[in-house]
């Protein structure tokens, strides 16, 4: 992990996210491709808040960050899956406009 992320050329992404000064939690991303699209895109493989430091907007601040990002490079799409049976999560991502797909 610390050479995907520190490395010289690294192709995994991370920000660790603040509350008054303390890190609460993280996002691990990197960027993919949507032959569909035809451009790059964002996906997000863990993105985590300490659960005493949730319902704060701290993981909105986390995906608004990242949605800047693809707006400001032209990305195609921010991705990311969650296990069927993580409700909590689930919720998190549909609060904030997110739509599930199937399959």
């Given amino acids: 992990v610390e050479a995907a992320l520190f490395g010289k050329d690294p192709r995994v ?4 996210a603040e509350w008054q000064g ?6 691990i991303w990197f960027y993919n491709f949507s032959s569909f699209l035809g451009r790059q895109g964002i996906y997000i493989e863990d993105l985590f808040v300490e659960p ?8 909105r601040a986390v995906l608004s960050h990242l949605a800047g990002i ?3 490079q032209g ?5 990311w899956s969650v296990l069927d049976w993580n ?3 689930i919720r ?3 609060r904030h406009g997110a739509q599930l797909m199937d399959g």
């Fill in 13 to 16: 992404f991370c920000h660790v």
């Fill in 22 to 27: 303390e890190p609460v939690g993280f996002v």
């Fill in 52 to 59: 005493d430091q949730r319902g704060k907007g701290i993981g």
């Fill in 70 to 72: 693809c707006v400001e």
């Fill in 75 to 79: 990305l195609g799409r921010l991705e």
């Fill in 87 to 89: 409700a909590p999560a």
């Fill in 92 to 94: 998190f991502y549909e």
